[in-house]
């Protein structure tokens, strides 16, 4: 149950299909930074991927490729599985807008088709906001918020865009254990209800097994895919649970491994060229 | 008031006066200035004591602020500066010492346009809200029974704009005709198929009234009276020259106008212009004064006294000691 | 008043610490009132002495007294009012054309590539273009008609809106448009819901620029075409220079600064509140 | 070419997507010139057109091709390029001294709020004055110097760069004061390190207005005193207007417009320079 | 040794000197938010003070009040410890300036006094590079960072000024554990050899056990301090020990009641004032 599979496939080969794949992805900034190299991974509908890796790997670029927000060096990237929503590392809410104005204009955007109006649109932004916990905080403008509070802003925005993929970059790492745990329990509730393809970037190894159906580890420049772990945990998982937590200790091991592995080249010059390739 | 401590930046100054700034216009009007200057003739009688330095302006406020900043001390100018420049300052900045030029203004219309009575309904641009020629348009028009106002209503609609403006304007017939100087009168005429209506000259006793004086600072004149005379000394001869040799003249105006404005004016429309203008040493002063009585007239001036606006003293030792007839200030 | 003064010369001293203690209307009213008042004192009693010192005579540069006596004659005159009244309502009207201008080919500009580079710099190109020589076009697209001052008034403030615009929207925060793009807003709602605001105020300073522009044009526009029974500023102002009427002159320019300060504290009204909403006015201390 | 314009209405097509391809330099300089060529062709084109079609007589509006001859004419002749280099030298040194006064007070007026209280709409109040209305005041200082000419200049410049600058100055992210503020940094420390550079984008755009300002000013100041033996680019302009001189008016005007795009290509050159310094040049797509 | 100390006291009475003192501070925000309530803290000289919060109790608030970057409403902060540095809980990198140029700034300004030459500068800040793992990217500009390199890159920025005070805000929170552990164990090396004072703000409850003298617990709005925990366990510790562990579960048994019992009143609207005093 909890030993990792050794080989790394694009996708899993259980008939699913895939909502997201990209396939030998490669991204370059600049002229000579390799910040992802040939990676393969595939996000099957409804299955939750969590992304692990060390600081500066490449997740984040691995998340805006995949939402179009730029474009491979080489690779293929598809995103058949519909509507792509995204949670940045930042909260990147709207300064000039109120925390309801933001999460409505998701909204507004998502039914453009079926037509809301502005009042149901204020309805489902408190009902969101009561979901990240901040009913009541509407009218404030993102600068009144704390940085954990803003976060959860950006949440609800990505919750109401009623996408069928969900990107998410470390969206609970400004929040403490309790609420982070809260929340937990409430992206599962909607993963399930809405069966949202999802894939999450986080630094908490608990938090990937706590959530995730397969971790996906990634090494550090350039980043590719060293390894997979399917969670095949029961759920409901409590984050503070035995099991989760053992399981979450061998991969961080693995991941240690991997980071001592990469600690010399992290110190040298990158834009020198050296690790390329 | 002071004004003894001018020449900061200009480089001239009162301090042992060796230097006389002289202003004008690049206008056919101001051929005086330009013949006078393109010819030596200010350099020759200012001699070695002191230096001429010209400022060209390209209207005449500039050239009254210029005046009263001290920073020149003489310059050709129209009557309706002058009387601005007298009337503000109440008699203290200016003396109108010379006359230079007199004609060359003219009602220039489309053709079919064929008397006053035509003119009703009409638009009919001046150079300028209350100068002469404005101010000569709606006096006529009075006469003749046409009501005006300043703010172009009334039988006759009178649109004061720039001169240039109203070569195009009169081109494509968003207005119906002028009352402009020389050599815009000529190019309307030359270039668009204007028709002279009514030459100003004509309104006047003796077909004479001025369109071009020199004027000169009052201080300027109380300091330094030989240095006036040396100017009117130059602006007599330059006069004669003109008068005497009209061709050698208007060879010598392109040159300097070349020099100037890095264009001469056509021959033809040199020729037209300065045919119908007059240039003489008299500044016909009772046409000043009667000029300034129609703008009372006509509502566009409140009542000035220009008496002493003349200081006509050089200029009538220049004459006699040439032999030449006095003119007079009145 | 001089608790007052000693407070702000205090607030000299440590210059980057703005006060935020909650105080009164009224005094909140003195505190921007009072720097005013000093300073046009200031100015006038400067301008008093230095024509007491008899360094110009009068008619070259007239003392407070006259001209302010001159401006009062005139705020006794009908004509005045309605002189303000025309010039405004040109400058409103011709302003307002400009705003739709530059916006539309701001909005073209700066996200078209193609034609940025071909009319970007253009843009400014034209706004150096002096209003006089947009005269002979002006009359020849509009005739002797107000149309031609709208013209050349359009003209001088429209590239500097358009310009505010595209400042704005090639400084707008990369990470605000990826959040736009990925809310699925695309091309006319992401400029209506993301660029534009982020632009704003970026295109409130350019608002403000060609305001200037526009008046300037203005003023010399006037000169263009005099219209039955309009008189206007720029025209006054005109007349008072051709008459060499110094008091004239210097009172029509104190209106001229009067108008140019209150629309310049609309503008800085729309400021403060876009900065107090976007939470720009915490400052340190 | 036919590629590069499909290409490009590709690009129409999705509005928001630019393309960060590497392509080769040649390449690169192509897709910038095509568009400005296509323009003046296109521009060209049009008016030859309205010319033909016998709208107004040529004296009035001339076509291209007389027009080009005139400038051709001029560009034979050493007199342009004595005005041309008489004009830019006043132009950049006005500019230059505007530039100072406009960081002075303009950071002056920014950071000490009874100066701003005083002076701030003031500054926008001076931008809309017009030139003439200086001339007196110039005159009366400068006598018939190029330093009433620089007066004016300064006068009209000055205030857009202050303005670009306080703007700048207020919208500063306050994260970054508070950051500059924790490094220990005070007041020109501060305005230096953080402030200024922070305001940079904002103050690049203001200097591009006060530019154009200072420009117009100077069109309008270089009639003030004509200088022997100097023509300049002002006076050529107002020679031409004044002779109704319609070639010339229009070859005066193509002069200035490619002065303008010329000047306006370095701000544009400084400010993609800051952009892809600062990160700002990573577009979506 | 992990029995929670239960009352509340401004100060130890150990006679060490206080470098930083709260004195009943409270703040409030616009109208009637009332984000601290009569907070009274202080961090001895060399001590290492970790402050663990609901997201949203006032963390940042009380730390930016300590910076003096803004006013408390009412009650006293007394500073006297020497310089603050201060680490935002964003990154705030000024991004005209190259990482090191970032870093040199802070470097040029504390050494104002005894002037430090260009070169001297740029050696240092590389060598504050290769302690946060970013040796090579100095002459990157900060856009061009990933949001936990930025991290690192503030916190090199907060060490190189060298203060007697250091405010950190969360600064290992976009930070994977292999990293974010490196940097415990040089923050502590750091703090040891200058006998810093930190003010550390943390979610992670792991984390300030592992490295706090004591860790405050604030409660939610309004934030007050409502329980501290001395920490004895002998340094240096491991993130992952056993007595780590559960000192941390007994911290976060006492938080989470602490979230629980302000559970409902977050939901309800702040702005309406019915929580204050
Ligand atoms: N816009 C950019 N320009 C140049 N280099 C970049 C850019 N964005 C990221 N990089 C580089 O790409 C690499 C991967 O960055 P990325 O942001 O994907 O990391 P990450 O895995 O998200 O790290 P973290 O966990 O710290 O957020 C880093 O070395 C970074 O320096
Ligand atoms: N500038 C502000 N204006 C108004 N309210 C503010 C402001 N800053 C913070 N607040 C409010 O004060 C409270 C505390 O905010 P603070 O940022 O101190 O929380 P925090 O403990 O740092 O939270 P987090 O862990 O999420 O960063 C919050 O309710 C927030 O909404
Ligand atoms: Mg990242
Ligand atoms: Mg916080």
């Not at chain 1, 037509?115 to 204020?122: A, D, F, G």
């Not at chain 3, 707008?172 to 704003?200: E, K, M």
């Amino acid at each position: 149950m909890t030993a990792p599979t050794q080989e790394l496939r694009p996708s899993r080969a259980d008939g699913h299909e895939p909502a997201v794949r990209l396939d030998a992805v490669s991204k370059v900034y600049g002229r000579d930074l390799l910040a992802l190299d040939r990676v393969s991974l595939s996000v099957d509908k409804g299955e939750f991927v969590c992304l692990l890796g060390a600081s500066g790997c490449g997740k984040s670029t691995m998340l805006n490729l995949v939402a179009g927000l730029d474009r491979p060096t080489a690779g293929e990237i598809d995103t058949k599985g519909g509507r792509i929503a995204m949670m940045f590392q930042e909260p990147a809410l709207f300064p000039w807008l109120t925390v309801s104005a933001n999460i409505e204009l998701a909204l507004r955007v998502k039914s453009s088709t079926r037509s809301t109006t502005k009042k149901e649109r204020r309805e489902r932004a408190t009902e969101l906001l009561e979901i990240v916990h901040l009913g009541g905080f509407g009218a404030k403008r993102p600068h009144e918020l704390s940085g954990g509070m803003r976060q959860r802003v950006a949440l609800a925005r990505a919750l109401a865009q009623d996408a069928d993929v969900l990107l998410m970059d470390e969206p609970f790492g400004a929040l403490d254990a309790m609420t982070r745990d809260l929340l937990h329990d409430e992206l599962e509730r909607i993963w399930r209800e809405r069966e949202l393809s999802v894939l999450f970037v986080t630094h908490n190894v608990r938090e990937a097994v706590r959530l995730g159906d397969r971790v996906v580890l990634l090494s550090s420049r350039p980043g590719t895919v060293i390894e997979e772990f399917p969670i095949t945990l029961p759920r409901p998982r409590r984050t503070d649970s035995g099991e989760v937590a053992e399981l979450a200790s061998t991969i961080t091991a693995r991941l240690r491994e991997e980071v001592l592995r990469h600690a010399k080249p992290a110190k040298r010059p990158v834009g020198a060229g050296a690790e390329h390739g | 008031g002071g004004g003894g401590d001018g020449g900061t930046a200009s480089g001239g100054g009162d301090t042992a006066k060796t230097e006389v700034r002289l202003g004008f216009f690049p206008n056919i009007t101001h051929s005086t200035a330009l013949v006078g200057v393109k010819k030596g003739f200010f350099a020759k009688a200012l001699g070695s004591g002191a230096t001429l330095k010209t400022a060209t302006f390209n209207a005449g406020p500039a050239a009254t602020e210029a005046i009263f900043s001290d920073a020149i001390d003489a310059t050709y100018i129209g009557p309706n500066p002058a009387i601005n420049a007298w009337s503000k300052s109440k008699g203290q900045a200016i003396k109108i010492v010379a006359g230079s030029a007199s004609g060359g203004v003219y009602l220039v219309v489309k053709p079919g346009i064929n008397g006053p009575a035509d003119l009703k309904g009409k638009k009919i641009a001046t150079p300028q809200l209350g100068n002469t020629q404005d101010v000569a348009i709606r006096y006529w028009l009075q006469e003749k029974g046409l009501k005006t106002d300043t703010k172009g209503g009334g039988d006759v609609s009178i649109v004061p704009q720039d001169n240039a403006q109203t070569l195009q304007t009169f081109a494509t017939g968003d207005i119906d005709g002028a009352w402009v100087p020389e050599p815009f009168a000529s190019r309307m005429v030359q270039e668009s198929k204007g028709k002279i209506l009514v030459t100003e000259a004509d309104l006047w006793p003796d077909k004479q009234f001025v369109i071009t004086h020199l004027i000169v600072r009052q201080q300027f004149l109380k300091e330094h009276p030989d240095l006036v005379k040396k100017l009117i000394e130059a602006h007599v001869e330059s006069n004669a020259y003109i008068n005497s040799d009209p061709a050698g003249a208007k060879e010598a105006i392109n040159a300097e106008l070349q020099d100037l404005s890095g264009k001469p004016l056509k021959t033809e429309l040199l020729d037209s212009a300065f045919k119908n203008i007059t240039f003489t040493n008299d500044p016909i002063a009772s046409s000043l004064v009667t000029s300034a009585d129609h703008a009372v007239k006509v509502g566009l001036l409140d009542p000035v006294d220009l008496n002493g606006i003349y200081d006509l003293k050089i200029l009538n030792e220049v004459l006699a000691a040439k032999g030449q007839q006095a003119v007079n200030d009145k | 008043m001089t608790t007052d003064i000693s407070q702000q010369i205090a607030g000299l001293d440590a210059l980057e610490l703005t006060s935020r203690e909650q105080r009164g209307l009224p005094s909140r009213i003195w505190a921007r009132v009072w720097p005013m008042l000093s300073a046009i004192i200031l100015v006038l009693v400067i301008w008093e002495l230095v024509v007491l010192s008899g360094w110009r005579p009068e008619y070259v540069l007239p003392g407070p007294i006259t001209v302010l006596g001159d401006l009062w004659n005139r705020l006794g005159d009908g004509d005045f009012y309605n002189a303000v009244a025309v010039t405004m309502r040109r400058a409103i009207t011709g302003f307002a054309v400009a705003v739709l201008v530059g916006l539309v080919v701001g909005a073209a500009v700066s996200r078209v590539r193609p034609l940025r580079a071909a009319f970007g710099s253009l843009i400014t190109g034209l706004q150096t273009m002096p209003s006089i020589a947009w005269f002979p076009l002006a009359i020849l697209l509009f005739k002797l008609s107000e149309s031609a001052i709208l013209f050349v008034v359009v003209l001088g403030a429209a590239p500097s809106i358009a310009n505010g615009l595209i400042a704005g929207v090639d400084y707008t925060p990369p990470i605000l448009l990826r959040a736009g793009h990925i809310l699925g807003l695309r091309r006319l709602a992401l400029y209506r819901h993301v660029i534009l605001p982020a632009s704003l105020p970026s295109f409130l300073s350019g608002l403000k620029q060609g305001w200037a522009f526009a008046w300037r044009s203005l003023m010399a526009g006037e000169l263009l075409v005099i219209i039955a029974n309009q008189t206007s500023i720029g025209e006054q102002l005109d007349n008072a220079r051709e008459l060499s009427d110094a008091p004239g002159l210097l009172a029509t320019m104190i209106v001229i600064l009067v108008i140019g300060i209150v629309v310049d504290m609309c503008f800085g009204a729309a400021d403060n509140a876009l900065r107090r909403r976007w939470g720009l006015d915490q400052r340190v201390g």
